[in-house]
């Protein structure tokens, strides 16, 4: 069994296909699916799913490319929902100085904000880091991130940038860049990254791994995601199977 431990497959990019979708992930021997809402759209269909399928939990937060439109109300509401049974981590929040839609002020003001929550919720948290590799460990220090842990969303950063992450009590998260054959940096630091704090994603429908690179990414494809971390780091896809579940269900605390 597989987790795919993140996804957004309440987007609508799967309207005409949920289901089946969903379906398709569960005959490739995805067991559960963790969904992320990540602001005042995502979150309610997020919850959606979650309260739908019993076997997809809710990761809820505001992330950083939306930061500027958060208000004391949303953050309140997140809070709120950290309580809920399905609802297993704070994500993805982080620092996202590629796209130009909120100052890093502010998106540093509300990463901060979330991170307290986690730490007041006893909650791990996700983290969306684009180009801001710096700032993200700084702020994950100086918040006592380590406290609650988490996991580093479809990382991207050097394996200098991934060890002081891993000594903060975070996973390490790789997805569908793992099977480019350009992707020589993420190949290198999955290589690296000790087994215990290794974990897969799909970010569904973003990111499709090879043979689908370019096309709408689906949780089902997980597998071909596995297949490449098992290649890289000489186990078989049974083994990260069943190394990359366990972690999971550790990080996020699945029965």
């Known amino acids: 069994m ?35 809402g990540f602001n005042r759209e995502t ?51 982080g620092l996202d100085y590629h796209w130009d839609t909120s100052p890093k002020d502010i998106q540093q003001k509300v990463f901060r904000e979330q991170i307290n929550l986690a730490r007041q ?19 994950l220090k ?9 996991v580093m969303h479809c990382f991207s950063g050097s394996w200098e940038t991934a060890k002081l992450c891993l000594d903060m009590n975070f996973y390490i998260s790789f997805g569908g860049p793992v099977t480019f054959k350009n992707a020589r940096v993420p190949k290198e630091v999955l290589e690296r990254v000790p087994l215990d704090r290794l974990l897969l994603e799909t970010d569904a429908p973003y990111l499709a ?28 896809w049974e083994e990260i199977s069943e190394i990359t579940t366990r972690n999971a269900e550790n990080c996020f605390r699945l029965s």
């Open 209 to 236: 791994p090879h043979p689908y690179r370019g096309k709408r990414n689906e949780s089902s494809y997980l597998k071909q995601i596995a297949e490449a971390a098992a290649e890289i780091k000489g186990k078989t």
């Open 2 to 36: 597989l987790i795919d431990t993140h996804a957004h497959l309440d987007s609508p990019n799967f309207d005409e296909d949920r289901k089946l979708v969903i379906e398709r992930a569960r005959e490739a021997g995805v067991g559960r699916i963790l969904n992320v």
């Open 142 to 150: 100086e918040e006592k991130a380590s406290e609650v842990g988490g």
């Open 121 to 139: 919720v006893n909650k791990p948290i996700v983290i969306h880091n684009r180009d801001a590799h710096e700032d993200v460990v700084r702020i």
């Open 43 to 93: 979150i309610p269909t997020t919850m959606e799913l979650a309260e739908q399928y019993d076997f997809i939990y809710a990761i809820v937060g505001w992330h950083p490319v939306d930061s500027i439109e958060m208000k004391p109300e949303d953050l309140d509401g997140i809070k709120s929902l950290a309580s809920h049974p399905k609802v297993v981590a704070i994500g993805e929040i």
